[in-house]
């Protein structure tokens, strides 16, 4: 079992920035790809970013490229997501995500994922 405990979230406004954590426990978090997904009220649960084994690998979807970095410490068991240029339809539950891989991919689809955080709401102001 891998236990994932996201914090970070808040209230910003428009423009402003959010660094989300992930802490991981439980295996050895070197071994699992993650991933940052969110919901927004009444919409399906998005991946936002993914990251490799190593962070050798990343992806950033479309609608946060250039606002939005995913990154990880092996080290500290934590993976974050940097989110800069915040805007009200960021508004989300995010959540990050665990799979095991050590190949060095990333993984797209929230089917892959086996673990889950619980979630830390990010609320944007306009």
């Known amino acids: 079992q891998v236990q994932l405990v996201e914090s970070g979230g808040g209230l910003v406004q428009a423009g402003g920035s959010l660094t989300l954590s992930c802490a991981a426990s439980?295996?050895?978090?070197?071994?699992?790809?993650m991933g940052w997904f969110r919901q927004a009220p009444g919409k399906e649960r998005a991946l936002v970013a993914a990251?490799?084994?190593?962070?050798?690998?990343?992806y950033v979807a479309d609608s946060v490229k250039g606002r939005f970095t995913i990154s990880r410490d092996n080290a500290k068991n934590t993976v974050y997501l940097q989110m800069n240029s915040l805007k009200p339809e960021d508004t989300a539950v995010y959540y990050c995500?665990?799979?095991?891989?050590?190949?060095?991919?990333?993984?797209?689809?929230?089917?892959?994922?086996?673990?889950w955080g619980q979630g830390t709401q990010v609320t944007v102001s306009s």
């Open positions: 995500a665990a799979v095991r891989d050590r190949s060095g991919s990333y993984y797209l689809n929230q089917r892959s994922y086996d673990y």
């Open positions: 439980g295996r050895t978090f070197s071994n699992y790809a």
């Open positions: 990251i490799s084994w190593s962070g050798g690998s990343t």
